[in-house]
């Protein structure tokens, strides 16, 4: 599989800090949830392009839907107050999901 651009690795941290801060969570929690040794946010992203690597694109949106759904069901760093904005996230994801589904389809030709 090919890897990710450095502009899609830009999105993808901008994405990441949009929803971890939407989320109530931090940097730490997507450590721990990915289990990977640091919570800097280049081996984060090394670890969700190894992802990508072996399992694509699908893989990689699944992965972090997987996650959001496994913060919704246990108590997290931001509380009840946050519900909303969980909604919110999830609903990211779910689009981001749909529109790597839709980039596959058209042979993943999009963004270059």
Known sequence: ?????????????????????????????????????????????????????????NGLAERLCGIDLLWQEQPGSGGDDLLPDLDSSLGQLDLLLEEIRQEAA???????
Not at 45 to 52: A, G, N, S
């Open 1 to 57: 599989m090919a890897s990710l651009s450095l502009e899609d690795l830009e999105d993808l941290q901008s994405f990441l800090k949009d929803w971890l801060r939407h989320s109530g969570r931090t940097q730490a929690d997507l450590r721990r949830a990915l289990r990977v040794s640091s919570i800097r946010m280049p081996v984060l992203l090394e670890e969700l392009q190894r992802i990508h690597g072996r399992e694509g694109l």
């Open 106 to 112: 058209s042979g993943g030709q999009a963004g270059g």
